[in-house]
């Protein structure tokens, strides 16, 4: 049996995944999938609302009896660009924002069939200052759970089209 996966990008990533889902938003949400120390330099370069997966630290792979599961330990922030000299009621209003933005997300990945349901409290971290860019939003830690992984039996290779096609099927 092959072990090994020819062409990554095009499995059903959890990246791409969540890609996929963010996509489904609208051309008003920007998306960017990278660690802390590049979208510190990305974010630059955003004029609108985002949604920025970072690379996950971690996770964990649930073997099953017939396909393998990616659960990663998820960091999604949920920013926009603010001016130098807001005063606290617009930040407030920003985080907001970014709070029904978070929602819109929630909402959309639920629907999707991608991943288990989010459902029940999901704490969040208000970004603020944190980046050299001027952004305010929330991060969430939402427990990703793969509805479909990669098969193990018989064909191993689960092709993104097919998996967001299928919704997971």
């Not at 920003?94 to 819109?104: G, S």
Request: hydrophobic share 35%; proline share 4%; net charge negative.
């Amino acid at each position: 049996m092959e072990t090994t996966l020819k062409n990554i990008a095009e499995h059903g990533t959890v990246e791409k995944k969540i890609h996929k889902i963010v996509d489904s938003m609208g051309a008003d949400v920007a998306y960017q999938f990278m660690n802390w120390a590049q979208a510190n330099v990305e974010l630059d370069r955003v004029d609108k609302p985002s949604v920025i997966y970072i690379l996950p630290p971690a996770g964990e792979l649930d073997f099953g009896w017939a396909q393998v599961k990616d659960r990663p330990d998820a960091q999604i922030a949920f920013v926009a660009p603010t001016d130098f000299d807001f005063d606290g009621e617009e930040n407030d209003d920003i985080i907001e924002q970014m709070k029904r933005l978070c929602i819109r997300f929630i909402k959309k990945l639920n629907e999707s069939g991608l991943f288990e349901q989010i459902e029940g409290r999901q704490p969040y971290r208000v970004l603020y200052d944190y980046l050299d860019r001027n952004v305010t939003g929330i991060v969430i830690e939402p427990k990703l759970k793969e509805e479909q992984g990669i098969l193990i039996c018989g064909d191993s290779e689960v092709r993104t089209e097919d998996v967001l096609e299928n919704g997971g099927d």
